[in-house]
C-alpha cells in the first residue's frame, strides 16, 4: 500500500458516540492524510445503512459493512453480547494501525462502548513512522 491505514471498527451507525468518533475523525481527515494514512471504518451494519450514515455524515472515508461479522471476529472485535442495548454480534469500538507493509503496528480494543480510541497516540505513532 502507498500509505498507512488506520482501521476503526464502531459498533452502530447513527448512535451517539459512533457518531461522534467518525464526525471527529472526519473533522481531522486533513492531518491524516499529511500523516500518510486511509481511514477505513467498518461495522456490522448492512452496507445501506452505512451508505446513508455516509452521506448524512459528510464523511470523506470508506466504510465498510462486515454484516456477516468475519472481519470483527478475525480481529477480535465482536460483542457477542453488546452491553448497551442488549444486541448479539455487534462490532467492539477498537482501532488498528496497518503500515505500509501490511503489518499491524497499533491495537486498542475497548470493552467499554461509550470510550474512544486514544487519537492522539494513533497521531503519533503515524508521526512517528513518517520520521524514520
Known amino acids: 500500500s502507498k500509505s498507512n491505514v488506520v482501521l476503526l ?7 451517539g458516540v459512533c ?10 481527515i486533513k492531518k491524516y492524510e ?9 461495522s456490522v451494519d448492512s ?17 465498510l459493512s462486515d454484516f456477516n461479522k468475519e472481519v470483527s471476529r478475525k480481529y477480535d ?5 453488546f452491553p448497551l442495548l442488549a444486541l448479539k454480534g455487534v462490532t467492539k469500538r477498537s482501532a488498528f494501525i496497518i503500515d505500509k ?6 491495537a486498542e480494543i475497548l470493552v467499554d ?3 474512544l ?11 512517528n513512522f513518517n520520521k524514520s
Open 113 to 115: 462502548p461509550t470510550k
Open 101 to 106: 507493509q501490511g503489518i499491524i503496528r497499533y
Open 9 to 15: 471498527f464502531f459498533p452502530l451507525a447513527f448512535i
Open 77 to 81: 472485535s465482536l460483542y457477542e453480547d
Open 34 to 42: 499529511k500523516l500518510n494514512a486511509t481511514i477505513i471504518a467498518i
Open 47 to 63: 452496507m445501506f445503512t452505512l451508505g446513508k450514515f455516509r452521506e448524512e455524515q459528510k464523511l470523506p472515508f470508506d466504510l
Open 19 to 28: 457518531t461522534q468518533e467518525l464526525c471527529s475523525t472526519r473533522d481531522d
Open 117 to 127: 480510541p486514544d487519537f492522539d497516540k494513533i497521531k503519533e505513532i503515524l508521526d
